[in-house]
């Protein structure tokens, strides 16, 4: 994590435990036995650890409400750990609706590096609640099949498996499920079992979806062990129609600057709506109680200023991204959006962004209402010279008021791009054909 993000987290004093801010940040949906798991975190230090499945080069949306549980759980001085699944990546987690593609081992292993990578930046690993990284194929791979059945397998009833949502809802479908993916939740509860054995660990998190995962583990620790564990599901973090932001859904907000630009992800925490913003500061940020009902009394009193939303959208990209690409992509936002300075905004940045626009491709000499109706601002080459002639029409923020203009070399940004505005808001992107 940036050490400047890093070093902004802090507990919150108006939580007397970190289980009362953990249910006040609406991060408890289910969980085991309350009252044990409360006493749990309050009577000292304890482990726990949430799992990361490298199903693909990047982390994103939905990990990031694990990633910042582990986070807090730091802060009140309980020692995580990073799980990254070599092994259960290889299988992969049953979806409700299809066989998952499995991978090849070696792009596998690439994707736990990347992944690993990625959590570390969320976690500290030093002092005396320093996090710990572990990979799940360390303990998988070694055991023999027989073994695996015998010492494992053994623990689990049949009748219990098939309950499970996910492969319910598979053997409910056309697809069926395959034993390998089948079998996912025994490697899931092993998982825990090992990590109890060898570090303690007695909490695991995770997404209330997993929900049968997370007490497969908590079932085999009782059977194997005699030992009463923990679990907690968050909630999961869904759209406007109820879908969850992940890869599976095609609706992925990726960790990844490759994947999703610092701009992007500034700009989709941005527009989240009023009735979401409030929660979303409770999840996402480490604001404090105080801070966060301040904004929520400014969001209900002043709802167009949307000061919410942009604190919001600045505080999660410092998180992931780090400080310097938060201020550029509130810069980029500000400047495209309002009267700002595009010139000052860094190529790359400014790239992102135009991204997002629609677009024309031009050059130096490209008439400007040619450019207008290429890019969809004008409806044809005379809606746009009046428009031109009536003032409404700009190039990066600047007014052209001549219904003849053309495009320039001083009006390309880093020599290649140009921002077209008609009115307030409808904007588009020039760039290199």
Known sequence: MP??????????????????????????????????????LAGGPITAYCGFDPTAPS??????????????????????????????????????????????????????????????RFLDFEGPAAAEMVDNLDWTAPLSAIDFL?????????????????????????????YTEFSYQIL???????????????LQTGGSDQWGNLTSGIDLIRRAEGAAVHAIGTPLITDSEGRKFSKSEGTAVWLDPAQTSPY??????????DADVVSRLKVFTFLTREEIEDLERTSTERPGAREAQRRLAWEVTALVHGDAAADAARDASAALFGTGDLASIDEGTLEAALAELPRAAGAVGDRLDVLLV???????????????????????????DDEDAVLTEADLLHGRFAVLRRGKRNLAAVVPG
């Open 374 to 400: 290429a890019s969809g601002l004008a409806k044809s080459n005379s809606d746009a010279r009046r428009a031109a002639a009536q003032g409404g029409v700009s190039v990066n923020n600047r007014r052209v």
């Open 3 to 40: 050490p400047t993000a890093l070093a902004r987290q802090h507990n919150d004093p108006s939580f007397p435990s970190v289980w009362e801010e953990l249910r006040w940040r609406g991060l408890v949906q289910v969980s085991t036995d309350e009252e044990a798991l409360a006493a749990a």
């Open 188 to 202: 899931q509860g092993y998982d825990f079992l090992e990590l109890y054995r060898s570090r303690g660990c007695v």
């Open 264 to 273: 992007a992800f500034f700009q989709f925490w941005l527009n989240t709506s």
């Open 59 to 120: 982390l994103h949306l939905g990990h990031l409400t694990q990633l910042l549980v582990l986070r807090r759980l730091q802060l009140a001085g309980h020692r995580p750990l990073g799980l990254v699944g070599g092994s259960t990546g290889l299988i992969g987690d049953p979806r409700p609706s299809s066989e998952r593609v499995l991978h090849t081992k070696e792009l596998v292993a690439d994707w736990v590096a990347a992944v690993r990578t990625q959590v570390e």
């Open 150 to 178: 015998r010492d494992i397998g053994k623990h689990y009833r049949i009748g219990t498996m098939l309950k499970k949502d996910a492969v319910a809802a598979r053997l409910n479908s056309e697809a069926g499920i395959s």
